[in-house]
Every structure is written in C-alpha cells, then in structure tokens.
T-cell receptor, first 112, second 115 residues
Framework: KNQVEQSPQSLIILEGKNCTLQ??????????LRWYKQDTGRGPVSLTI?????NTKSNGRYTATLDADTKQSSLHITASQLSDSASYIC???????????FGPGTSLSVIP | NAGVTQTPKFQVLKTGQSMTLQCAQD?????MYWYRQDPGMGLRLIYY???????DKGEVPNGYNVSRLNKREFSLRLESAAPSQTSVYFC??????????????FGSGTRLTVV
C-alpha cells in the first residue's frame, strides 16, 4: 500500500533550538519527495524537493535528507524561530505520475 | 501576482444544500486540483484537471462534481452537502506535469462546515 508516515505527530521546542522531523514512505515506484510548510489557516508551501538520486537539499535554515534505500526522509530545522510554528507535510510522488501521497503532517510549535 | 485564489474562505451549509467553491490561478498552469484536508489525515485528492477541457476523479470523488471553466478557473460543486463533507478544501495548480510533479501552488483554503 502506498503511504507516507510522519513522526512525531506534534513537537514543541524552544526558540533557537534545532529539531528534526521524520518521514517514512512506502511509495513505489518512487519519483521524488517534497516537504511542505503549512501555516495555520493557509495552504501548504513547498520547502524542498528531492529526487531518488539526491540525498540532501537545503533551503535556508531547512535541510532535507533522503535515503531511498530505507525509504526515509528527514527535515532538519536549525536555530528555530517563532515563525517556524506550522505543520510540516511530507509528500511522495510515484514515478508513474498517477499518484501523489501526502503524509498527515507534523505540527511544530516554537515557543519563546 | 495573486497565485491561486479560492472563494469563499468560510461557509456553513445545512445538510442537503448545494454550493460551488471557486478557484482561479493566474500562473498559466495547465493542471489544477481539488483536495480536502481532514484532521490527522493527509490531503486527499477529490478531482483534478490535467489541462483545459479535461477532468478526472481522484481518491475521494463521491458527492462532488467539478468544472474546468477555462485555463484559469476550476470549480468544485457539492450538489447535496452531507456532514461527512465537513472539511477544509484546497485548490492547487501545477506545471509542467501531472499530479504536481514539479510542485503545487495551493490556495489558502475554504473551511466548510455542514450541519
């Protein structure tokens, strides 16, 4: 079954601290993986995209990693800011282009 | 550059009522989509339109209809709303490729409550 799982479900961290969010996928055949950030009351916005041949991609303080062998990805946030409070969604795309599978998201709260 | 615009932002319906959610994009994208987002679940595809003049069912199409009015606009209609359709609805567009291969641009969502 094609699915994307994310952990933890929610996370609270202090401003300035780092954190890592996890994503496991069972999508096959796999094409690429994206991380989206969704602020409360807004639509998701793309942070990074990685194909199966890439193992890391950065976007400012956000760094995504991908291990296509173990079908795992992580999103590392460095020096968190209050504006990082959001839901982070992992999305896997099948090679055949006929299926995009969204994970349920990790809700991150950054507190002062 | 507005991106993807959805209306309305909020709506309350009584069971059995009908309504149409509107979506317009100004990025000249070929593909447009309607998703619903429910608590604890990933976004689920309702319908999509790979290009102007075509529409196809997604994962959860029952109870919905769509119209690709032109390249810019893609509407979602609930003919007879049910409480199970209470959700947040997102419209998205992408190009090139189908199913967001090169990344979606999402609207800000419509929060629908059916009582």
């Amino acid at each position: 079954k094609n699915q994307v799982e994310q952990s933890p479900q929610s996370l609270i961290i202090l401003e300035g601290k780092n954190c890592t969010l996890q994503c496991n996928y069972t999508v096959s055949p796999f094409s690429n993986l994206r991380w989206y950030k969704q602020d409360t009351g807004r639509g998701p916005v793309s942070l990074t995209i990685m194909t199966f041949s890439e193992n890391t991609k950065s976007n400012g303080r956000y760094t995504a990693t991908l291990d296509a062998d173990t079908k795992q990805s992580s999103l590392h946030i460095t020096a968190s800011q209050l504006s990082d409070s959001a839901s982070y969604i992992c999305v896997a795309l099948k090679t055949s282009y006929d299926k995009v599978i969204f994970g349920p998201g990790t809700s991150l709260s950054v507190i002062p | 550059n507005a991106g993807v615009t959805q209306t309305p932002k909020f709506q309350v319906l009584k069971t059995g009522q009908s309504m149409t959610l509107q979506c317009a994009q100004d990025m000249n994208h070929n593909s447009m989509y309607w998703y619903r987002q429910d608590p604890g679940m990933g976004l689920r595809l309702i319908y999509y339109s790979a290009s102007e003049g075509t529409t196809d069912k997604g994962e959860v199409p029952n109870g919905y209809n769509v119209s690709r009015l032109n390249k810019r606009e893609f509407s979602l209609r609930l003919e007879s709303a049910a409480p199970s359709q209470t959700s947040v609805y997102f419209c998205a567009s992408s190009d090139p490729g189908l199913q967001g291969g090169y990344g979606y641009t999402f609207g800000s969502g419509t929060r629908l409550t059916v009582v």
